[in-house]
C-alpha cells in the first residue's frame, strides 16, 4: 500500500489549497484516513480525520470552519480542502490511514507554506 500527497504549495494568508492523497489500493481497506500536519519543532499533530464506510469527520479546533476533509472512494483518494489559510497553517501535511487490523501507513508529505 502506498499514500502519495500532492497540491501542496506556496500561498499568501487568506488564500486556499486542496490538498489530496492517492490510495493505491482500495480505501475501503481501511477504516479511518486522517491528514495530519508538522511544523518545524513541532509534533506531528491531527488535522482532520474520515471513517471511509460513513464519511463522519473530525477536525482540529483550529481548523473547523476553514479546512474540509473529504473521500472518493472510487478514485481511491482522499482530500483536504483548506479555505482561508493563515500562516500558522504553515507544515508538512500527512496523509494516514488505517486497516481495520492496526495497519498503519503514511505518505511522504506535502510542504504547506502560508505568506503572512
Known amino acids: 500500500v502506498q499514500l502519495v500527497e500532492s497540491g501542496g504549495g506556496l500561498v499568501q494568508a487568506g488564500g486556499s489549497l486542496k490538498l489530496s492523497c492517492a490510495a493505491s489500493?482500495?480505501?475501503?481497506?481501511?477504516?479511518?484516513m486522517r491528514w495530519y500536519r508538522q511544523a518545524p519543532g513541532k509534533e506531528r499533530d491531527m488535522v482532520a480525520a474520515i471513517t471511509t464506510s460513513s464519511g463522519r469527520t473530525s477536525y482540529l479546533e483550529s481548523v473547523k470552519g476553514r479546512f474540509t476533509i473529504s473521500r472518493d472512494n472510487d478514485k481511491n483518494t482522499m482530500y483536504l480542502q483548506m479555505n482561508i489559510l493563515k500562516p500558522e497553517d504553515t507544515a508538512v501535511y500527512y496523509c494516514n490511514a488505517v486497516t481495520p487490523l492496526g495497519g498503519v501507513y503514511w505518505g511522504q508529505g506535502t510542504q504547506v507554506t502560508v505568506s503572512s
Open positions: 489500493g482500495n480505501t475501503f481497506s481501511f477504516n479511518v
